[in-house]
T-cell receptor, first 118, second 111 residues
Framework: GAVVSQHPSWVICKSGTSVKIECRSL??????MFWYRQFPKQSLMLMATSNEGSKATYEQGVEKDKFLINHASLTLSTLTVTSAHPEDSSFYICSASGLAGLSSYEQYFGPGTRLTVT | DAKTTQPNSMESNEEEPVHLPCNHS???????IHWYRQLPSQGPEYVIHGLTSNVNNRMASLAIAEDRKSSTLILHRATLRDAAVYYCILLTQGGSEKLVFGKGTKLTVNP
């Protein structure tokens, strides 16, 4: 099956610093990747959609200058949380949808990255 | 995307079948019914999807009502590893691929 990895799996950083999270599709090329955020005991909330080689599309209420998304290749997307604050502490999850050969209706999710800002 | 309604929680016993309902009374003709599940502290995983006919795969079965206003995800023999939050999501064919997650149904499986 299609595999999506995330790195790191967890990170602790100090308030005011920036953190980069990587999302990789390991065995397929992902034309589109999605970034979600999930607070404790809540559902996933879509933050943005990124397509390879173009600017990400952010959901309403998500600050694009704070959550920088780069989708430089068909197998890698990165989310950078800039000037992180404690309220940014959350579980960040990426997903990818693939090219022909994989069902266009399935999204493949990474294992998530738990960010704690102290 | 059309809205879905699911019970907040359900319980089952191990090795018994589980029927997880989903109501989607405003579904349109081009909306596919998707199910994902999220195990604790993990990313969601795809379970199954269908349009009109019932569907089976190695994980589960999807039973779709004739009027398509509801569907049921069936786990034929629940295991402890099936304890998760199950999400029923509608996706329009040819439309956005964005998944809009509701609150889902938290399934507890008792040993």
């Amino acid at each position: 099956g299609a595999v999506v990895s995330q790195h790191p799996s967890w990170v602790i950083c100090k308030s005011g610093t920036s953190v980069k999270i990587e999302c990789r599709s390991l065995d397929f090329q992902a034309t589109t990747m999605f970034w979600y955020r999930q607070f404790p005991k809540q559902s996933l909330m879509l933050m943005a959609t990124s397509n390879e080689g173009s600017k990400a599309t952010y959901e309403q209420g998500v600050e694009k200058d704070k959550f920088l998304i780069n989708h430089a290749s068909l197998t890698l997307s990165t989310l950078t949380v800039t000037s992180a604050h404690p309220e940014d502490s959350s579980f960040y999850i990426c997903s990818a949808s693939g090219l022909a050969g994989l069902s266009s209706y399935e999204q493949y999710f990474g294992p998530g990255t738990r960010l704690t800002v102290t | 995307d059309a809205k879905t309604t699911q019970p907040n929680s359900m319980e089952s016993n191990e090795e018994e079948p589980v029927h997880l309902p989903c109501n989607h009374s405003t579904i349109s003709g081009t909306d596919y019914i998707h199910w994902y599940r999220q195990l604790p502290s993990q990313g969601p995983e795809y379970v199954i999807h269908g349009l009109t006919s019932n569907v089976n795969n190695r994980m589960a079965s999807l039973a779709i009502a004739e009027d398509r206003k509801s569907s049921t995800l069936i786990l034929h023999r629940a295991t402890l590893r099936d304890a998760a939050v199950y999400y029923c999501i509608l996706l329009t064919q040819g439309g956005s691929e964005k998944l809009v997650f509701g609150k889902g149904t938290k399934l507890t499986v008792n040993p």
